[in-house]
């Protein structure tokens, strides 16, 4: 599977102790072709691999990894942030009960998942209502009512003469008058999505106005199941999605493109038929799991915390002392074009995150450069202390760096700005530092 592909590949990388540009790529094409075998939608791994890489090669230079652990550690956050970053909760209504609407295509798991999701809620000391929603298949209000039995755990029944619009409406009543927390509706599915369907769970979801309507996918499905949930997502606004079947052997191709393609968040994961089987969705440990490498990854996140903490105690040594010079600038400038946006640089540092939104202090690529040149063109004395600097030397700095007086006004204007609050800050770092001792 997915897992063994990238294992194989990492393994690879790890025998290496420095990658060259070359290695990266021929990992980056043993990992696209992972992934689309994985049945990931080609669009998803074409940016994910381009992503992968420009972080990949040349850059996040971390003394206590080795080259590979930091490509690992890339993937794995690139994985993370494809599944939506962190863990995507199920809705609570300010004003109980929250309604929640199952939807998806026969056989994809909703009557079973809607029990699972009673349990996972009880658990959490929660009072849900169970609603027998999907009357066109024969046995499913009957499947429905076993697992409320086996739960412990009310079901609301108006046999299969009754509209789902007009079953839904009474038993948000009954849920009212009974002091439910949760109205799980359980609601018919096709084999293919049609038009009827689609056109009932609508006047469905008018008539009850769902805290949280869930599609319930089958994740064996691969591409498939990101082709349902677009569809569903786009008629009806769906707000997550619930992968069943991953305890089968799925090729991960749907976990890893739903978010992605669709733009709804995996709220839970059904590992199993049993009503315990529901986990909550963490994208991180997905990613850990795809990689199967948990306890490596534990490893590396250790390491870089300490790494980016001998940085920012580096950087705040300077801004103690307030020694903040052109030359610092310039060195940070340096560090941008390595490593990436320079309000994250400035997270790093302790008090700093406060300067972050001020107009003019990140600057973009192309300001970067001509920043770059015109401290360039500054003699040593003057990058020092940029007070010497009259207008006869902005002139000269001007047409050594090709720019113009205006631009060194604003430049230096800047730096005094930014001078000015690192002193300020410089008093805040150090209560800061000895608080929580933040890196
Ligand atoms: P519905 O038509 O969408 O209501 O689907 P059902 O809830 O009736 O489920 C269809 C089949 O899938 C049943 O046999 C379930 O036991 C099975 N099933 C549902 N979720 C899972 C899961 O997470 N893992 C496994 N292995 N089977 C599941
Ligand atoms: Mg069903």
């Known amino acids: 599977g997915l897992a063994n592909r990238l294992q194989d590949t990492f393994n690879r990388l790890r025998g290496k102790g420095k990658l060259s540009e070359s290695d990266v790529k021929e990992a980056m094409?043993?990992?696209r072709l992972a992934l689309l075998e994985a049945d990931v939608n080609f669009k998803v791994v074409k940016e994910f691999v381009e992503k992968v890489r420009e972080r990949a090669v040349g850059q996040e230079v971390l003394q206590s990894l080795t080259p590979a652990q930091q490509v690992i550690k890339i993937v794995n956050d690139e994985l993370t942030q494809l599944m939506g970053g962190s863990q995507a909760k199920i809705a609570q209504a300010a004003k109980p009960p929250t309604v929640v609407m199952m939807v998806g295509l026969q056989g994809?798991?909703?009557?079973?998942?809607?029990?699972?999701?009673?349990?996972?809620?009880?658990?959490?000391?929660?009072y849900p209502l169970l609603v027998a929603g999907d009357v066109y298949r024969p046995a499913a209000i009957k499947q429905l009512q076993i697992l409320g039995e086996q739960l412990k755990?009310?079901?609301?029944?108006?046999?299969?003469q009754v509209s789902p619009v007009d079953i839904a409406k009474a038993a948000l009543e009954h849920a009212r008058v009974h002091g439910f927390d949760y109205v799980l509706i359980d609601t018919a599915g096709r084999l293919h999505i049609d038009e009827a369907l689609m056109n009932e769970l609508k006047m469905v979801k008018d008539a009850v106005n769902p805290h949280e309507i869930l599609l319930v996918v089958d994740a064996m499905t691969g591409q498939d199941a990101v082709q349902v949930a677009d569809t569903f997502h786009k008629e009806l606004e769906v707000t997550g999605a619930i992968l069943t079947k991953l305890d089968g052997d799925t090729r991960g191709g749907a976990a890893l493109s739903i978010r992605a393609v669709t733009g709804t968040p995996i709220k839970f994961a059904g590992m199993g038929e049993k009503l315990d089987a529901l986990e909550p969705f963490h994208p991180d440990r997905m990613a850990s799991r795809i990689l199967g490498m948990g306890d490596v990854l534990t490893l590396i996140e250790k390491a870089q915390a300490s790494v980016d903490?001998?940085?920012?105690?580096?950087?705040?040594?300077?801004i103690r002392k307030a020694e903040f010079t052109l030359d610092d600038f310039l060195d940070q400038l340096a560090q941008v074009r390595k490593l990436g946006p320079l309000d994250q640089i400035m997270s790093m540092i302790p008090g700093m995150n406060k300067i972050k939104g001020i107009q003019g202090m990140t600057p973009d690529e192309k300001q970067i450069g001509r920043v770059e040149a015109i401290i360039r063109s500054m003699t040593p004395a003057e990058r020092q202390n940029y007070k010497i600097i009259?207008?006869?030397r902005k002139q000269r700095i001007a047409r050594g760096s090709g720019t113009s007086v205006q631009e060194i006004n604003r430049l230096l204007k800047q730096f005094e700005e930014m001078q000015k609050m690192v002193k300020q800050f410089s008093g805040l770092a150090k209560k800061m530092g000895k608080k929580k001792g933040k890196g």
Do not use: Y
Request: charged share 35%.
């Open 108 to 126: 994809a798991g909703k009557t079973t998942t809607t029990g699972k999701l009673a349990q996972f809620l009880k658990k959490q000391g929660k």
């Open 153 to 160: 755990t009310p079901v609301f029944s108006m046999g299969d």
């Open 309 to 318: 903490k001998e940085k920012a105690v580096e950087l705040e040594k300077k």
């Open 390 to 392: 009259d207008h006869s």
């Open 29 to 31: 094409r043993e990992v």
